[in-house]
Antibody
Framework: EVQLVESGGGLVQPGGSLRLSCAAS????????MHWVRQAPGTGLVWVSR????????TYADSVKGRFAISRDNAKNTLYLQMNSLRAEDTAVYYC??????????WGQGTLVTVSS | QSVLTQPPSVSGAPGQRVTISCTGS?????????VHWYQQLPGTAPKLLIY???NRPSGVPDRFSGSKSGTSASLAITGLQAEDEADYYC???????????FGTGTKVTVL
C-alpha cells in the first residue's frame, strides 16, 4: 500500500526556517518524481515545488523561489522541503504527492505550518 | 492567483448531472498540456479523480468523466450522490511559469 507521511510542521516566527519531511513506503520511491503542494486555510491548492526521481533537477513556484529548497534521499525513501525566510503568507498545510502520468496520484495527509510572531 | 479559472460553486439534486469548467490559456491547456482533476472531501487530502484529460484511476466510479477542448477542460458528474459533496480542482502545466498550476477550485453542493 502506497503511503506518504509528512512531518516537521509547526509554529515558526517570520524570518525563521523549518524543514518538512515526507516518508514514503509501499512503492519504489526512486522511480518517481515528487511534489510539494500547499493549501492556506480556507483557500485552494497551490503547487510549490517538484523534484525529479534521481534528485538531479528541481523547479519551484515563483512565490518560494530562492527561499525554499526541495531535496530527497532515495536511500531513506524520504522527500524534504527546506523552508527559509518564512513569511506569514507561507502559512498553510503542506502536502507531499507522488507524480505518475504527469498527475499527482498519491498524497500524504499534510502537515500544518504556521508563520506568526 | 491561479491561471486556471473554475466556477466557485455548482449544485444539483441527487441523480442530476453537473459539470465543472476549467478555463486556461495558450500557455497551459491550450498548449496541449494534460488536465487532471482532484476531489477534496472536507478535512482530507486531495484525491486524484481524472488524469490525462479523460482517464479514471482504478476505483473511481464511471459517474466521473473528463474532457478537454481548446483552452478549456470540463469535469462531469452524472447521477450526483450526497458523497460527491466536496471541492474539486483542475491541474495542468504552464510553460510560461515553468511550473504546475491548479484551478481556483469549485465547491459542489448536493441539494
Amino acid at each position: 500500500e502506497v503511503q506518504l507521511v509528512e512531518s516537521g510542521g509547526g509554529l515558526v516566527q517570520p524570518g525563521g526556517s523549518l524543514r518538512l519531511s515526507c516518508a514514503a513506503s509501499g512503492f519504489t520511491f526512486s522511480d518517481y518524481w515528487m511534489h510539494w503542494v500547499r493549501q492556506a486555510p480556507g483557500t485552494g491548492l497551490v503547487w510549490v515545488s517538484r523534484i525529479k526521481s534521481d534528485g538531479s533537477s528541481a523547479t519551484y513556484a515563483d512565490s518560494v523561489k530562492g527561499r525554499f529548497a526541495i531535496s530527497r534521499d532515495n536511500a531513506k525513501n524520504t522527500l524534504y522541503l527546506q523552508m527559509n525566510s518564512l513569511r506569514a503568507e507561507d502559512t498553510a498545510v503542506y502536502y507531499c504527492a507522488r507524480q505518475r502520468m504527469a498527475a499527482n496520484d498519491y498524497w500524504g495527509q499534510g502537515t500544518l505550518v504556521t508563520v506568526s510572531s | 492567483q491561479s491561471v486556471l479559472t473554475q466556477p466557485p460553486s455548482v449544485s444539483g439534486a441527487p441523480g442530476q448531472r453537473v459539470t465543472i469548467s476549467c478555463t486556461g490559456s495558450s500557455s497551459n491547456i491550450g498548449a496541449g498540456y494534460d488536465v487532471h482533476w482532484y476531489q477534496q472531501l472536507p478535512g482530507t487530502a486531495p484525491k486524484l479523480l481524472i488524469y490525462g484529460n479523460t482517464n479514471r484511476p482504478s476505483g473511481v466510479p464511471d459517474r466521473f468523466s473528463g474532457s478537454k477542448s481548446g483552452t478549456s477542460a470540463s469535469l462531469a458528474i452524472t447521477g450526483l450522490q450526497a458523497e460527491d459533496e466536496a471541492d474539486y480542482y483542475c491541474q495542468s502545466y504552464d510553460s510560461s511559469l515553468s511550473g504546475y498550476v491548479f484551478g481556483t477550485g469549485t465547491k459542489v453542493t448536493v441539494l
